[in-house]
């Protein structure tokens, strides 16, 4: 089965300073990879996601993340943080091609901007 | 605003009641997935339903069913409810089913089983 791992629960942030994420997934053969973000009292928001081709993808609100399949990593990044950018960080992984297993999140970072 | 509407917003019952949640789906979306998000568990699958058909399982429990209507929208409901059954729930939507496909999030329902 799939995993994630999202090994920082806190990070503290700059307003200003830049910004890694880190997530490590599990998984057989190529996942579908995800970044979603929660505002306090929120839904979750689709940063960006990657199935295949170029491994630095784009998203949202100047984030960015980059694949390394040979460290089993998918880190979110961000030149400069705004006081905005607070909130709740998920890294998630799903099945190609479908599967039985859902979307199977980390358990989040929980990034905070000083000011 | 992602277009995925839940009722109610929040939601306190006690031990051993029953309640259910509903989740309309963005306009045009045919598929509803459901998760459960606790602070000791983190963000879960629940379950997925399509055009009607349920297509995938998750960690559900047995107390816990859902369904999909014809006109899309889906309810979950919640049996003999234990304080551990406190937590977010949220549903998703997207048009095709598949995990290629953004999902969005609706607000979710928060329950409090006291």
């Known amino acids: 089965a799939q995993s994630v791992t999202q090994p920082d629960i806190h990070i503290t942030v700059s307003e200003g300073a830049s910004l890694e994420l880190r997530c490590n997934y599990s998984?057989?053969?190529?996942?579908?990879l995800f970044w979603y973000v929660q505002s306090p009292g929120q839904g979750l928001q689709l940063l960006l996601k990657y199935f295949s081709g170029d491994t630095l993808v784009q998203g949202i609100k100047g984030f960015e993340a980059e694949f390394k399949r040979s460290q089993s990593s998918f880190n979110l990044r961000k030149p400069s943080v705004h006081w905005s950018d607070a909130a709740e960080y998920f890294c998630?992984?799903?099945?190609?091609?479908?599967?039985?297993?859902?979307?199977?999140f980390g358990k989040g970072t929980h990034l905070i901007i000083q000011p | 605003d992602s277009g995925v509407t839940q009722t109610p917003k929040h939601l306190i019952t006690a031990t051993g009641q029953r309640v259910t949640l509903r989740c309309s789906p963005r306009?045009?979306?045919?598929?509803v997935y459901w998760y459960q998000q606790s602070l000791d568990q983190g963000l879960q699958f629940l379950i997925q339903y399509y055009n009607g058909e349920e297509r995938a399982k998750g960690n559900i429990l047995e107390r816990f069913s859902a369904q999909q209507f014809p006109d899309l929208h889906s309810e979950l409901n919640l049996s003999s409810l234990e304080l551990g059954d406190s937590a977010l729930y949220f549903c998703?939507?997207?048009?095709?089913?598949?995990?290629?496909?953004?999902?969005?999030f609706g607000p979710g329902t928060r329950l409090l089983v006291l």
């Open positions: 998703a939507s997207t048009l095709a089913g598949t995990y290629q496909e953004t999902q969005y």
């Open positions: 998984y057989g053969a190529t996942p579908y």
């Open positions: 306009s045009g979306d045919l598929s």
């Open positions: 998630a992984v799903g099945a190609a091609g479908g599967g039985a297993d859902g979307l199977t």
